[in-house]
Structure formats: C-alpha cells, structure tokens
C-alpha cells in the first residue's frame, strides 16, 4: 500500500521568505509523486509532478520539489513566498501501474503574512 | 466552460434525505473518481471507475453508491444521508494513455451540509 505524510498542517511564512512544505511517502514499488495546489472555493490543480525522470522538478508558479529515494521524500519549495501562493497544499502518490487511484495527504495550509 | 463540471455545487439537506451529486466531464477521460474533503484528513477515495463497465470502491464506500452513465458522466448518491457525511466532494478525471499515469484533473467541488 501507498501512502503520503505531510509533515505540518499549517505553515506560516512572511512575505518573500522561502516556503518549505515536507511531503514523505511509503510505496513498495517506484513511485510517481504530485504536488496539488487548493486555492480556497477552488477545486485542485496540479502544482508539478515526478514520473521518474529528473529528481529536481520544476512546476507552476515558481515551485520545485526534490525527489529524494534515500529520504523517501518529495519536499516542495519555492524560493520567495508571495502573498497569492496562500491556499493549501496536497501531496499524493500513485504508482507506474496507473491501475491505483491517488492517494493523498492530509494537507498542508500555507499562510503567507505581509 | 470547465472541463469537469459538478452539480450542485452547493446542497444543504436533511438527515434521511436522499441526495445525489452529478459529474460530467468534456475531457473524453475514461477514468473517474469521486473523493470527499474534510477538513484535516485531506482527501479520501470514495468510489473510481476505469471505464463505463467498472466501478471500485475506494477507502471510504460506506454509506455511497455511484452510477456511471456514460463515458462523461458519473454520479455519486447518498441514499440516507447522515450529518457526518457533511463535507466537500470532489469528482475528478484522469488519462493514463497520456503517459502520465495518475494525474488528475479536478471539479470545483460540491459542498454538502446535513443537518
């Protein structure tokens, strides 16, 4: 079984500081790994995605995150927090198969303060 | 128009009450879900299918049903709904003969008060 942990429900951060929202997954095969974004009244939309490629992956809006095999993680950043990337934020795991639905974190809400 | 439509988007009902939430998608996807939202469990499989002819149950089928009427439909039902079904749900679409296996492309949500 997969599964994904998101450490931190909420993370605060000022204005133009670095965000760092912590994914770390469980899969007994390679994984395929997401980053969705939650903007609030708003439905998901992917963020970026690691399909077993690059392990740096760069997606929308100016974020990135890291696949790490040794750490088992898929942590997402972004170098200077602007006030319009407050929403939250969902990890999630499949495998290669494509046969097993997503399976998703709990979440992380970003805050960002002015 | 979005690719993946939710109706109602909004529905307050009563304890007991028969509901139905509707999905319809213009993305030619075989592949749906049906998720639920609350707040600090993220997001929790309800019901999938693969195709017209399939439908899984996912983490959490107690107390739902689905339909797949069409390629591009898919409806979820509560067939006695009870207040702590009182949450968001999501339908959601994906391809896997993109080559990209798992992404999902998103409704905006239909949220759902029991009283």
């Known amino acids: 079984a997969q599964s994904v942990t998101q450490l931190g429900s909420h993370v605060s951060v000022s204005e133009g500081a670095l965000v760092l929202l912590r994914c770390n997954y469980s899969?007994?095969?390679?994984?395929?790994l997401f980053w969705y974004v939650q903007y609030p009244n708003q439905g998901l939309q992917l963020l970026l995605k690691?399909?077993?490629?690059?392990?740096l992956v760069k997606g929308i809006n100016g974020f990135e995150a890291e696949f790490k095999k040794s750490e088992t993680s898929f942590h997402l950043t972004k170098p200077s927090a602007h006030m319009s990337d407050a929403a939250e934020y969902f990890c999630?795991?499949?495998?290669?198969?494509?046969?097993?639905?997503?399976?998703f974190g709990k979440g992380t809400r970003l805050s960002v303060i002015a | 128009d979005a690719d993946v439509t939710q109706t109602p988007r909004n529905r307050i009902t009563k304890t007991g009450k028969r509901i139905m939430l509707e999905c319809s998608q213009t993305?030619?996807?075989?592949?749906m879900y049906w998720y639920r939202q609350d707040p600090g469990l993220g997001l929790r499989l309800i019901y999938y299918?693969?195709?017209?002819?399939?439908?899984n149950k996912g983490e959490i089928s107690d107390g739902y049903s689905v339909s797949r009427q069409a390629q591009a439909k898919f409806s979820l039902s509560l067939e006695s709904a009870i207040p702590n079904q009182t949450a968001l749900y999501f339908c959601?679409?994906?391809?896997?003969?993109?080559?990209?296996?798992?992404?999902?492309?998103f409704g905006e949500g239909s949220r759902l008060t029991v009283l």
């Open positions: 959601a679409t994906s391809d896997p003969s993109g080559g990209i296996t798992g992404e999902l492309f």
């Open positions: 899969s007994s095969v390679p994984p395929y």
């Open positions: 690691y399909t077993s490629a690059a392990t």
């Open positions: 999630a795991v499949s495998d290669p198969s494509g046969n097993t639905p997503l399976v």
């Open positions: 993305k030619g996807h075989d592949r």
């Open positions: 299918s693969f195709d017209v002819k399939d439908i």
